[in-house]
Each structure stands twice: as structure tokens, then as C-alpha cells.
């Protein structure tokens, strides 16, 4: 019989159930937004507590804590402005500059001309979109729930256009192999994917 580890919550150090959050819920996707604010300066920066709410119609959430001092991330100052963000899929040729938008730089800089990447206008929303990544979801902001005793900013946005480049698709569907997606592991480590796996029944049929 294991003797597992037992923590509390509320009796250890918010380290510690951080890391026991971010190295158990593996690997995240990353959910890399793109915002403009108020004086048309665009700004990008990458979200892994982030995951698809439901599906009609289409909604995704960012968790977008506070800075350190308690002042919002120009991400959800953005939002909360514009009631609007896109959301880029990180792949394996813009993983490394996808890490760099994740470093805090002054307001009215943009991470699109720190990392050279470049924006696109989107169809229905002020946010821009990024022309590096190969899928974009322009989204409207559906909601910021503040959640808990910290009033932690859990932001829903509902996806109202698609853009998917043609290349990553066969048949149909999303094909992985083209679109090699990043996931985000614990500590400053992330992923490729790896075997792509199918269970097989007896009948040959995939469930
Ligand atoms: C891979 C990765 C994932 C991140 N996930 C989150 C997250 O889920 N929530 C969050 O508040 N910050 C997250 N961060 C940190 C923000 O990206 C960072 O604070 C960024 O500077 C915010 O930029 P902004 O002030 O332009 O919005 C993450 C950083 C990286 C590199």
C-alpha cells in the first residue's frame, strides 16, 4: 500500500500549492492572447490556466491573476476595454517567442515588436490576431467572474470566427502531426507531443 503524501490546502505555503497544481494538471494548453488597448498599442502574452467551456456556443477562459503589486495585467485591462481578445495556438516554430511574451514589459510597448512576430486585423473584433500561429479564435468577452476571497479573474470569452490555416488540416479535422501543438509542464519546462495513441477493439472500430 503507497503512503501517499497528504497536504492541505489551507496549512501549506501558496508555493507549494502551486506546484502541486501546475505539475499535476499536465501538460496545459496555452492560450495566447492578443489585446489592443485604448491607443491602438497591441499586446500579447500566454495564459496556461486556460481550457474550451463549452461548445454552443463556443467559450473558452483564461484565469488572469493580478501582478504582484495588485494591479491587473494589461491583458484583462485590455479586455475589460475593448469586451474583446484572440486566442492563438502556440506551435512547436513559435514556442520560444511565445515564452518571451510572458515577461512583463511597460505598458504601450507591444510583444509583437519585442519578438518580431507580426499581427494580422481580425474580422469581427478590435484585438489582432497572430500571423505566426496557424489557428486563431476571435472572441467577445462573455464575462469576468471574480473568483474566490482574492477576487481571482476568471475571464470567458465566446469564440464568434474560426480562422484555421488549411495546411494543418486532413479530412475534415485538426491532423496533430501537422499542427504540433506546445503544452505547458511544470517549473519552466514544456512539451511536444509525443506517440499519438489509439486504442484498438477487437472490431477494429475506434471509440
Ligand atoms: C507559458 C506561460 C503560461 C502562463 N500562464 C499564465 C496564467 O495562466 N495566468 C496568468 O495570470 N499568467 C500566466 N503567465 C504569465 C503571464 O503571461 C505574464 O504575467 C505576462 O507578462 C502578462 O502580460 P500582460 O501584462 O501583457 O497581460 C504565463 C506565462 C507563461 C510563459
Sequence with gaps: MVKYN???PSEIDRREVY?????SVVPRPIGWASTIDGNGKTNLAPFSFFTVVCVVPP???LTIARNPDGSEKHTLKNIKSTKDFCFNVVTEPVWQEMVDTGNAIPEGE???ELTGLSSLPSVKIKSPRVLESPIHFECRLQEVIELGPHKHPLVIGEVVYFHINPECMSGGYINMEKLLPIGRLNG????KLGQILQREFEDGQPR
Excluded at 19 to 23: E, K
Design 6 to 8: 497528504e497536504y492541505n
Design 19 to 23: 506546484r502541486i497544481l501546475t505539475g
Design 59 to 61: 467559450m473558452i477562459s
Design 110 to 112: 507591444s510583444e509583437f
Design 188 to 191: 519552466h519546462y514544456y512539451s
